[in-house]
């Protein structure tokens, strides 16, 4: 036996004789003798000073363990108890926190320094168990005196409709709270009947997904799904199968084509169905999926792959209750020979409200003379569409946006304007890439801008300053509170005319544009114009005073710098 042993085996005897001077003029040996003494020592001197009623040094001890002993419950047990003594009760629950997250479990600490813990029965428990339990004990007796467990005194009514408002995470969480809470919302289909598995952090196992199923007793409306280990061949025929009342189906990670379609071909009532661009399906399948449910009121196609060989699809031949369509075709090339036709299909959409086409066809123009007239279109969205589109027979359009669509001008006249158009009133227009005639842009905007609220126009080159300047002069943006002139002829005359018009201004976008810090001035010192945002990215003629000066002032952000294709960061303030 070494002599730090025999010392500390020689204070352990005095410490039972009750003589804590003599105990502690040991244990002092002990600590002194070693540069690193062993958390026995310290804790023998903790209980010493503790007896000898000197809790400032016994203290000190005790958060020595702690820090240099993080993974043994000795020190945490020991300080938690001092705190206790001097009535510090909510630092003692800090300190059970900290050593519930540092302790592993099945500390085997207890048969060393047990016999000082005389306060407490510890020869049934370990330690990790001792310090979960004092954990417990003093948060009961750190809450208030009257506390009760709510689910015991709320009617099941008032219960159940407080925990309606939280949201699926929220309820994973809660059921962990007690087995008297689990076994109380397992029991309650109701707040299982929207299921989103997109904000869990890592993979969610098969077993889980079909736990959650079953609490839901084929109840769930609306299921989001990601991040699932579950193998998707199987998971979307089973979640149809357990999920009859499904209504909303998000998926936003893959999926095979044939579960897919087995899965929308069983549910009976599904009205919304949305894939992101993380889910790749093809042609075929978008086809079966339209045909197999007539019910949907939504459908979202992120990312639709060609067919191989190339073939037209077979679309269903009505839709009746279709109000939201989005088609996303990844087309292998820009050639319009290369875009599969969606004609077929738009003329079976006769409740269509919002439509959005990427790299699309047709060889009629929309909507078709004699057919669906879209009466109820007030959203139209087309992105490198190969079509003509007649917007002066869509009156009901609120929301045009337009990204290389040059067939849809081909039947506008190129004469001088006639304001005699049949009236338009939309409310948010956007058209980019774009090579036509001021008249053309005008005719397709029309007369009627008391309601055009965004207006968009990028990448337009053949737009020269003075045709900006005369769309200001006709009203064209006297009510916007969205401006984006990006990449076009912008002058500091064009916003010249713009400032004294435009009085409900609150976001404008000037990126790649010719305008100088005289425009900026402008724009941020013009009195009743309270903008919030302001893009000037890649303006080389604005000065770095004008920058300043519009950073300045308070409540707008100003982007600015060079753009990331340039290799400069973008200021954002």
């Known amino acids: 036996?070494?002599?730090?042993?025999?010392?500390?085996?020689?204070?352990?005897?005095?410490?039972?004789?009750?003589?804590?001077?003599?105990?502690?003029?040991?244990?002092?040996?002990?600590?002194?003798?070693?540069?690193?003494?062993?958390?026995?020592?310290?804790d023998n001197r903790a209980a010493t000073y503790e007896k000898l009623g000197d809790l400032h040094a016994a203290l000190k001890d005790g958060r020595r363990m702690v820090s240099e002993y993080k993974s043994s419950c000795t020190g945490y047990l020991r300080t938690g108890k001092i705190l206790r003594l001097q009535d510090k009760d909510e630092t003692a629950l800090g300190i059970y926190n900290?050593?519930?997250r540092n302790v592993p479990s099945g500390d085997p600490c207890f048969q060393v320094s047990g016999w000082l813990l005389d306060?407490?029965?510890?020869?049934?428990?370990?330690?990790d168990k001792l310090l979960n339990?004092?954990?417990?004990?003093?948060?009961?007796?750190?809450?208030?005196?009257k506390a009760r467990d709510p689910l015991t005194v709320l009617p099941n009514e008032i219960a159940e409709m407080i925990l309606s408002h939280f949201d699926f995470k929220q309820i994973v969480s809660i059921i962990r709270v007690s087995t008297q809470w689990r076994d109380y919302l397992t029991s309650k289909p109701g707040l299982w009947t929207k299921l989103d598995f997109s904000a869990a952090k890592t993979i969610i196992p098969g077993l889980a997904i079909q736990k959650y199923l079953r609490y839901a007793r084929e109840a769930a409306t609306e299921v989001v799904t990601s991040r699932l280990l579950f193998q998707q061949e199987k998971f979307l025929p089973h979640l149809a199968r357990f999920c009859r009342k499904l209504e909303t189906l998000y998926i936003k990670d893959g999926c095979s084509n044939e579960s897919l379609i087995k899965a929308v071909s069983i549910t009976g009532n599904l009205k919304s169905l949305s894939l992101s661009s993380d889910c790749a399906v093809t042609l075929d399948c978008v086809s079966q999926v339209l045909g197999h449910c007539l019910t949907l009121v939504r459908a979202e196609f992120h990312y639709i792959l060609a067919p191989h060989p190339p073939r037209p699809p077979l679309w269903p031949r009505d839709l009746p209750k279709l109000q939201v369509l989005t088609l996303n075709y990844e087309t292998p090339s820009s050639s319009s020979s290369m875009m599969p036709p969606i004609d077929p299909l738009l003329e079976h959409l006769p409740e269509i409200c919002e439509l959005k086409l990427s790299n699309w066809s047709s060889n009629r123009t929309i909507p078709s003379p004699g057919k669906v007239e879209m009466s109820h279109l007030r959203t139209l969205t087309l992105i490198n569409y190969q079509g003509e589109v007649s917007l002066h027979s869509l009156p009901s359009v609120r929301f045009v946006q337009l990204n290389r669509c040059p067939l849809i001008f081909r039947r506008l006249s190129t004469s001088e304007f006639k304001p005699d158009l049949r009236v338009l009133g939309f409310s948010k227009f956007s058209i980019s890439y774009a090579e036509l005639e001021p008249e053309k842009l005008w005719q397709l905007i029309g007369t009627n801008v008391e309601e055009l609220t965004h207006l968009s126009i990028t990448h337009c080159t053949t737009l020269l300053e003075v045709d900006l300047i005369k769309m200001v002069t006709m009203g064209y943006m006297d009510q916007l509170g969205h401006l984006d002139l990006s990449h076009t002829q912008v002058t500091d005359n064009v916003i010249e005319s713009l400032v004294p018009r435009a009085r409900h201004l609150r976001r404008v976008r000037l990126a790649a544009t010719k305008i100088t810090g005289i425009s900026v001035k402008a724009l941020v010192t013009q009195p009743g114009m309270e903008l919030v945002h302001l893009d000037v990215t890649d303006c080389n003629n604005i000065s770095a005073d004008a920058k300043t000066m519009a950073r300045r002032k308070e409540g707008l952000k100003v982007l600015s710098g060079m753009s990331a294709y340039s290799g400069k960061k973008i200021r954002f303030e």
């Not at 339990?133 to 005196?145: E, I, K, S, T, V």
């Open 98 to 100: 900290y050593g519930l």
């Open 133 to 145: 339990q004092m954990h417990d004990d003093l948060n009961r007796a750190c809450g208030p005196r």
């Open 1 to 42: 036996m070494d002599s730090s042993e025999l010392l500390r085996k020689l204070g352990r005897q005095e410490y039972r004789r009750k003589n804590y001077h003599g105990a502690l003029n040991f244990f002092n040996s002990v600590i002194s003798h070693d540069k690193n003494p062993a958390i026995e020592a310290l």
């Open 119 to 127: 306060c407490w029965s510890t020869h049934a428990h370990s330690f």
